[in-house]
């Protein structure tokens, strides 16, 4: 049973990709992260030595922090956090637990640079519909929670990666783009290495509405019509981006506990056999 100031692996599982997620800190010393270069999804790298300078920008939010077993380092993070105020928790078994349960890990080797000023840097083509929202939000949700999006004209989109350093995707002859049937939103899955039940179902469905492959998943022609009702609410693109990650949000809390669940009307027969 963990301690009033840790959380279990399945229970972060549960908040991973959601938008009640923790921020989560690797606080792993190098040589430990060598032996395993992988991030929990959405975790990003900090000394434990310098753990009380995050203190100012980690008020009121939930944070979970992790080392290599959750001992001793963990355990003094959270202390001294939690002496700033901050009502941080320690990962159960640490790293070693997670990776132990089978969860997704992100290879450190995929993840795009992050700039001076905090976080990543991401350009595709402009008036987003399916793939240009699910990425974001895969990123935002499992990779990088600091990452920001540029919507340029398609033909400007590899001219503004290389003069801003940001990294293109969802256009032709890029890392992060269709490959065969595939889109840009399951290559995605797989370089970052967040292949699980959940978000395998929802590539389905985005795969069937990027594509016009209907057949694919039933509920492809749903998140279509939804796209294109967005896309004609919104003339800004990033106001776009934000109304869909919760449709996104929606979606994946289907694809992760709710693909079962199906819905009738009435939710009863009436009762046969009364007066008459």
């Known amino acids: 049973m963990p301690s009033p100031t840790e959380i279990t692996s399945a229970q972060l599982a549960r908040l991973s990709g959601t938008p009640e997620a923790p921020v989560l800190i690797d606080l ?11 991030l929990i999804p ?14 100012p920008v980690l008020s009121g939010r939930g944070v979970v922090v992790y080392c290599q077993k959750g001992r001793k380092i963990s355990q003094g993070a959270v202390a001294l956090l939690r002496c700033h105020g901050v009502p941080a928790e320690s ?5 070693f637990a997670w990776r132990d349960a089978g969860l997704p890990m992100v290879p450190a ?3 795009p640079p992050i700039r001076p000023d905090g976080g990543s840097l991401w350009v595709t083509r402009h008036r987003p519909k399916i793939d240009r929202i699910a990425c974001p939000w895969l990123i935002r949700r499992f990779v990088d929670p600091k990452a920001r999006f540029l919507f340029v004209a398609p033909g400007e989109v590899e ?37 699980s039940d959940a978000l395998l179902r929802l590539a389905r469905v985005v795969r069937g509405a990027d594509t016009n492959r209907h057949d694919l998943a039933p509920q492809s ?29 929606a979606f994946y809390r289907w694809a992760r506990d709710g693909f079962e669940e199906g819905h009738d009307w009435p939710a009863s027969a009436p009762a046969s056999g009364g007066a008459t």
């Not at 959405?42 to 203190?55: P, Q, V």
């Not at 990962?91 to 790293?95: A, I, K, T, W, Y």
């Not at 749903?222 to 981006?241: I, W």
Request: proline share 2%; charged share 25%; glycine share 10%.
């Open 28 to 38: 792993r010393i190098d040589a430990d992260f060598d032996d395993d270069p992988r």
């Open 42 to 55: 959405a975790a990003f790298r900090h000394a434990f030595t310098d753990i009380g300078a995050l203190a």
């Open 91 to 95: 990962l159960e078994g640490g790293q």
């Open 109 to 111: 080797a995929a993840l």
């Open 159 to 195: 001219a503004v990666a290389e003069k801003f350093s940001a990294t293109p995707f969802d256009i032709e002859g890029v890392r992060f783009s269709h490959d065969g049937d595939r889109c840009s939103f399951d290559v995605m899955i797989e370089a970052f290495g967040l292949a």
């Open 221 to 249: 022609a749903g998140l279509l019509a939804a796209s294109v009702g967005l896309s004609r609410m919104y003339r800004n693109d990033l106001e776009q981006l934000e109304a869909g990650f919760q449709l996104y949000d």
